[in-house]
């Protein structure tokens, strides 16, 4: 490694070793030299190449000399990721200990963007959102307000300004301005090219079938269709499939498994519609680039009056009611391009599953939804607990062990 790297990684390791465990001064520099010694020996494999397993992969690499192989049964982001609406929010969570843990990760992608000199283009122009009343608004400013979270109402004069095409508004609007989206895809692939280029080593189109464990029940790898793959350390970051890889070992994951539709919508070039996320009861948009924008929807069912296909016309009708009476033009102008379902992995309480698996020392599991907002805090926090053995009290309310 070269001396200004080394140099670069100690110092951030430094300032990473400060702020998550608190470590004296005195006792800093014999730690780090420890814990540098520690990273040589492991050995990572990570299984899944989503937002959670490429976010990870990247850490690794950046802050760690450890050994990082990273697996995936099609290609980096061809799971839920793809499909993901992609905000980075706060204010969508509810309002306590957890909103905390997503603005800490805002926080993250900031500094994780930094670090790779804004190349990953992260579009922070904030959140416009409403709810059903406009008591029901001002109690959801104050509820995040409270918890330092920075949400403010919006006049109508000042929504105007942020939003000119925007009609249908009620009196009260929120406004998040430290939210953010990113473009799934284009994140995936900046990270993992980087990551790579660290000397993590990437193996698509390989499926893991099985999590291999010793006689004494500690995971040491896992089987994949053309070799088994040994590690210090097995992480699962699999989405949905994660549920399945555990059952090889029979350990059953509080993890539902629910769809979520994403309509590509496009549109007349106009570089003033949608400059925001828009949330509302009615309807969830951003744009992506000048002539087209993104709505996440619900999935109802399977029934035939509920395709994913007539589900993105009914949201055309509400999305054009909104801007019609101030853009006829551009309303009009407005069509379904894309429409698609994604399977979002979601524990059965909504919170983060992370940690190491019960007494298993060799697995070490992420599963969450809003993965795309908690990608690099957790990454981050995971990556310190795996290689230094210690476990971080942000993720004390995270494990398993709560469903027992
Ligand atoms: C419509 C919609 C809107 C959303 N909006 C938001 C939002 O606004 N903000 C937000 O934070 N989140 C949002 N989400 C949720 C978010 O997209 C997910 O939480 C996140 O993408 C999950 O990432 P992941 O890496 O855990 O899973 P995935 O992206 O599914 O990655 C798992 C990877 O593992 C691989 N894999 C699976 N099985 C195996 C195997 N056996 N062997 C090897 N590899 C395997 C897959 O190929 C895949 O690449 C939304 C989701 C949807 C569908």
């Known amino acids: 490694m070269q001396p200004v790297k080394q140099q670069l990684k100690l110092s951030i390791l430094n300032s990473l070793i400060e702020s998550f465990y608190h470590i004296q001064n005195n ?8 814990q ?8 990572i494999v990570i ?21 990082v192989t990273l697996l995936d049964q099609k290609q980096a982001g061809s799971g839920v990721s793809q499909h993901s609406f992609a905000w980075l929010n706060v204010s969508y969570g509810r309002p306590d200990a957890y909103q905390k843990l997503r603005s800490k990760s805002l926080n993250e992608w900031r500094r994780l963007d930094a670090e790779m000199h804004g190349a990953l283009k992260i579009h922070w122009r904030g959140a416009i959102s409403w ?3 406009n008591a029901e608004t001002l109690q959801f400013i104050q509820s995040h307000s409270e918890l330092s979270f920075n949400i403010e109402s919006l006049t109508k004069e000042n929504l105007a300004k942020k939003e000119p095409l925007l009609d249908k508004a009620p009196n009260i609007v929120a406004f998040a301005g430290e939210e953010g989206a990113i ?8 990270l993992l090219q980087d990551a790579i280029k660290k000397g993590v080593s990437y193996c698509q189109e390989t499926k893991v079938s099985k999590i291999l464990q010793n006689e004494s029940g500690q995971t040491i790898g896992v089987r994949t269709q053309d070799k088994d793959y040994f590690a210090d350390k097995v992480v699962l970051t699999a989405g949905v499939v994660n549920k399945d890889l555990l059952q090889t070992i029979n350990i059953e994951l509080p993890l539902a498994s629910l769809p979520a539709i994403i309509i590509r919508f496009k549109h007349e070039k106009s570089d003033q519609f949608a400059q925001h996320i828009i949330s509302t009861p009615e309807m969830e948009i951003r744009s992506i680039d000048s002539e087209h924008f993104l709505a996440a929807e619900d999935y109802i069912d399977d029934t035939a009056v509920n395709t ?6 009914n949201a055309l009708k509400t999305i054009q009611a909104h801007f019609n009476a101030i853009a006829p033009t551009l309303a009009s102008s407005i069509t379904v391009d894309h429409v698609a379902v994604g399977m979002r992995p979601i524990p059965f309480d909504d919170m983060p599953i992370v940690g190491t698996m019960n007494d298993d020392s060799g697995l070490y599991l992420i599963s969450m939804h809003a993965a795309v907002t908690l990608a690099p805090l957790i990454s981050c926090l995971a990556m310190q607990e795996i290689l230094y053995e210690q476990e971080s009290p942000e993720l004390f309310s995270y494990r398993i062990t709560r469903f027992q």
């Not at 006792?27 to 420890?34: Q, T, V, W």
């Not at 473009?183 to 900046?190: G, K």
């Open 27 to 34: 006792m800093k520099f014999d730690l780090l030299m420890r």
């Open 36 to 43: 540098k010694l520690k990273m040589k020996e492991k050995k």
């Open 47 to 67: 299984v899944g190449a989503g937002i959670v397993g490429v976010t990870l992969a990247w850490y690794f690499a950046t802050y760690s000399d450890a050994e």
């Open 131 to 133: 709810q059903e009343t």
């Open 183 to 190: 473009d799934p895809i284009w994140v995936i692939q900046t």
């Open 308 to 313: 994913p296909e007539l589900i993105a016309l």
